[in-house]
């Protein structure tokens, strides 16, 4: 059977004020994810992000008490259980990790880039991001060793209050527990069924399909394929990134790493010409599950209008339905130069 990129073509039928009340159809697509068979809504409409006042959020983020810098770290922040982590906090060049407060999973991390209060979407490069996503990797390996019930591992960002982040200070969250998210659930309920039905390995499947069709896929870099997602997952289209050779986090090379940061450092660059400095990070991983492999969603946030409002809404919120103001197979040829210069 194969990949299958599966959409319906449909159209919303009306009289268009702007064109003299004359019938007119909008035209949309409902498309469906290859893996687990979710839907979405893609549309193309006309639609520009504006830049927000960055230097404004920075200010007022300043007035307010900042666990993560210097001054407030050491005493403020909580540390792991001895048996955990003998050190108390990982550090790990210029990054150091330390318990979340907030129990996203039963180990949940947060891993503060560095000291500085404002690391500036200009300066994100795998220099300034790499110690962070290390000693990600580093906190998770040290779980899968302590507590071998743990399966489902991921590293996350909120980039920006607007992504969702209470803190400018920039961290990254790892999570790792015995039960996985949706996401994670599809992504291993697809990743099985789509083996057993096919003989084949879904991702690597995936990942030459997307090759040939030249429609979404952006560039190969060491082990990683990057690609824009078939059915994105927010208000503009999102990145992917997959290695279909590594079925876990804990197969990653030096040599990995550097390929996502190289590929992420692409992606944001992109998403700052075009003015959007919000965005969601999410690496999967998943420890003894041979079908699935190692792979990761870059989503810009924003707010969409002047009168500041949400890019989620009653579709994502209540239905578990995305929409998409731009189709990610026109957004791949402004992206494309950022990966192949
Ligand atoms: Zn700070």
Redesign the pocket.
């Known amino acids: 059977m194969g990949v299958a990129f599966r959409k319906i073509r449909s159209q919303l039928r009306l009289l268009n004020p702007f064109k003299g009340h004359a019938p007119d159809e909008i035209p949309f697509e409902i498309r469906f994810d290859p893996l687990t068979g979710a839907t979405g809504r893609v549309f193309d409409l006309p639609f520009k992000a504006e830049m927000p006042d960055v230097a404004d959020i920075v200010e007022r983020s300043r007035k307010i008490f900042?666990p993560?810098?210097p001054a407030a770290l050491e005493k403020s922040t909580p540390e792991f259980p001895k048996e955990l982590i003998p050190e108390g906090r990982i550090k790990f060049g210029s990054a150091t990790l330390i318990p979340n407060l907030a129990p996203f999973e039963k180990y949940a991390g947060v891993a503060v880039f560095s000291p500085e209060?404002f690391l500036p979407m200009e300066n994100l490069t795998p220099e300034t991001m790499g110690d962070a996503f290390s000693a990600c990797v580093l906190y998770l390996k040290r779980v899968a060793e302590f507590d071998p019930l743990v399966r489902f591992f991921s590293i996350n960002w909120n980039y920006m209050p607007c992504a969702g982040s209470s803190l400018v200070?920039a961290h990254l969250q790892p999570n790792a527990g015995e039960v996985p998210t949706n996401a994670l659930r599809e992504q291993v309920e697809g990743s099985r069924t789509y083996e057993q039905e096919n003989r084949r390995n879904f991702w690597q499947e995936f990942v030459e399909t997307e090759m040939q069709q030249e429609e979404r896929y952006l560039q190969t870099i060491g082990s990683s394929s990057w690609v824009m997602s078939f059915v994105p997952a927010g208000f503009l289209p999102d990145v992917q990134c997959v290695f279909p050779e590594r079925a876990s986090l804990f197969e990653l090379t030096e040599e990995d790493l550097k390929s996502f940061l190289d590929g992420l450092e692409k992606t944001l660059k992109y998403f700052l010409h075009e003015d959007l400095y919000s965005f969601n990070v999410s690496i999967f991983s998943v420890k003894g599950e041979p079908s699935h492999r190692v792979n990761a969603r870059i989503c810009p946030r924003l707010f969409p209008r002047p009168i500041g409002n949400s890019d989620i809404a009653y579709p994502q919120m209540m239905h578990k339905e995305s929409f998409t103001v731009r189709p990610p197979e026109a957004v791949r040829e402004k992206l494309l130069p950022f990966f192949r210069p």
Do not use: I
């Open positions: 900042c993560f810098c209060h200070h």
